[in-house]
């Protein structure tokens, strides 16, 4: 199947700080990527849609303004946390959608703010 | 709203014993329903799809999945289960893809 990449895959950071994750589509061009969220023992969150080209679709509550998305190429997307707090801290996971309609996942970033 | 319910949250099985996971779906539009598995330490993998075509759709690791649209019921099959089965399930629904709660499998072997 096809591979989507995600860096970091773990990452610490101090309150106020801001942290960016990347996702990549590394055997196909995704015009869609989608960010998720998973809490522990939970199931994942759609955060945003990120298309290619245009600004990112974000799900009712998630604030566009703490949760910025870059998608500026067929195979990149990136997650930008911004003056991350203690609450932020999960489980991020991205997705790539193929031609065929199907999602595939990356390995997903964990992230720990302090 | 679309939404996808999965019944059964926990579910333990003794190696060799068949498994069906259940998976309702409420949504408007065009239908596209999949099965991901999340095994531990691991990221989600796709098991199967279903877009159109025949209803009973077939997946890797013996897994399959039947689409039936009056009861928007999609859900997952296999006949007999192995201790690497245990992992957590999702279903998932829609373009946007709307998931379930998610089923965790315990196969003792």
């Known amino acids: 199947g096809a591979v989507v990449s995600q860096h970091p895959s773990w990452v610490i950071c101090k309150s106020g700080t801001s942290v960016k994750i990347e996702c990549r589509s590394l055997d196909f061009q995704a015009t869609t990527m989608f960010w998720y969220r998973q809490f522990p023992k939970q199931s994942l969150m759609l955060m945003a849609t990120?298309?290619?080209?245009?600004?990112?679709?974000?799900e009712q509550g998630v604030e566009k303004d703490k949760f910025l998305i870059n998608h500026a190429s067929l195979t990149l997307s990136t997650l930008t946390v911004t003056s991350a707090h203690p609450e932020d801290s999960s489980f991020y996971i991205c997705?790539?959608?193929?031609?065929?309609?199907?999602?595939?996942f990356g390995p997903g970033t964990r992230l720990l703010v302090l | 709203a679309q939404s996808v319910s999965q019944h059964n949250h926990h579910v333990i099985l003794s190696e060799a014993a068949s498994l069906e996971l259940g998976c309702n779906y409420s949504y408007g539009g065009t239908v596209n329903l999949f099965w991901y598995v999340q095994y531990p330490g691991q990221h989600l993998q796709l098991l199967l799809k279903y877009f159109s075509g025949d209803p009973l759709v077939k997946g890797i690791k013996g897994f399959e999945a039947e689409f039936i649209k009056s009861k928007f019921s999609f859900n997952l099959r296999k006949p007999s289960v192995q201790w690497s089965d245990t992992a957590e399930y999702f279903c998932a629904a829609g373009n946007m893809l709307t998931f379930g709660g998610g089923t965790r499998l315990m196969v003792k072997p």
């Open positions: 990120s298309n290619e080209g245009s600004k990112a679709t974000y």
């Open positions: 997705s790539a959608r193929d031609p065929g309609e199907t999602q595939y």
